[in-house]
């Protein structure tokens, strides 16, 4: 239709004002059109190779990218435009090699936040699983524009089935997953036994544990339930409460007023960490307090 009015225009000069009022509304049409947002990196169906950490060997493999995306037409300029990530995750399935999910409704929350167009995101520490990345262009709470890239992060990219190395440890994460013959389970994981006839076993970390913890002498142990979204300085206000409560009945000098760091072994944990992402689970017999100056 605009090279319609252009050709009219120039036959007949009495129409030229109504072709230029034609071509700025399309102008006006186009600097209103909403902006396409597209995810470019992690790519629709990739699969990421997880790697071991190489200053923590008892920490499984993750991966890391920085994402990359693309806002074509339409116009940001002037408005107050962010990038709004939710990234989903389930278990990471094989059939012959890493099977990706692009079943949302399965999927758990793993992180979320906003961003400035401007600004580099970073996928960091991404653990093995089936990926959702759901990215939303916003403007003051409207939605501009949707975009989603299905992906996965595997430490191999054959089918973990036909891998030799079956009596390996079992890796335990929060969500169910296959125990493959000969695998050793931790414990204090719940554990379910197919009814088929197959023996198939499947095991994950309960959504409540306890968590136990030495304090120090006079002081004992903090024995508190956690949750994989309890944070690390929750368990650290739980343990100085019981400190200072044991201290004040021992009449221990000083200890009252102790504050703690929590340690794996030799490695300081966040305090904003999470159970989950800390690896308490795992980690139970490494863990320890240190007391730290007030």
Not at 46 to 63: F, H, I, M, Q, W
Not at 82 to 104: A, E, H, I, K, T
Not at 228 to 236: A, G, H, K, Y
Request: charged fraction near 20%; proline fraction near 5%.
């Amino acid at each position: 239709m605009i090279v319609c009015f252009a050709i009219v225009a120039l036959g007949f000069p009495g129409l030229t004002q109504a072709a230029s009022q034609a071509a700025s509304q399309v102008d006006e049409l186009n600097e209103a059109r909403m902006p396409l947002l597209t995810v470019l990196t992690p790519s629709e169906g990739e699969v990421l190779l997880a790697l071991p950490d190489p200053r923590n060997s008892s920490a499984p493999p993750t991966s890391s990218l920085q994402m990359r995306y693309a806002v074509q037409g339409g116009s940001t300029q002037g408005r107050s435009v962010r990038l709004c990530l939710r990234l989903l995750r389930s278990p990471l399935r094989y059939y012959g090699g890493p099977l990706l999910s692009r079943d949302v409704d399965s999927m758990r929350p793993y992180a979320a936040g906003c961003f400035l167009l401007t600004q580099p995101v970073t996928l960091a520490n991404l653990s093995v699983g089936s990926y959702a990345l759901v990215a939303q262009l916003r403007d003051s709470g409207e939605t501009l524009s949707n975009a989603t890239s299905f992906f996965a992060v595997s430490p191999s990219l054959e089918d973990e089935t036909t891998r030799g190395d079956t009596a390996d440890d079992f890796a335990a994460s929060y969500e169910w997953q296959s125990v493959r013959e000969g695998q050793s389970v931790p414990s204090g994981l719940e554990v379910q036994l197919s009814l088929d006839g197959s023996h198939r076993r499947s095991a994950r970390i309960p959504p409540t544990w306890r968590l136990q913890l030495f304090l120090g002498e006079g002081l004992g142990f903090l024995r508190t339930d956690v949750l994989r979204d309890t944070r690390v300085r929750e368990v650290l206000a739980a343990a100085e409460a019981q400190a200072a409560a044991a201290a004040l009945r021992h009449h221990l000098d000083g200890a009252h007023k102790a504050c703690f760091s929590l340690f794996a072994g030799s490695d300081w944990l966040d305090a904003e960490s999470t159970v989950e992402s800390a690896q308490l689970f795992s980690r139970r017999g490494q863990l320890h307090v240190r007391r730290r100056p007030t």
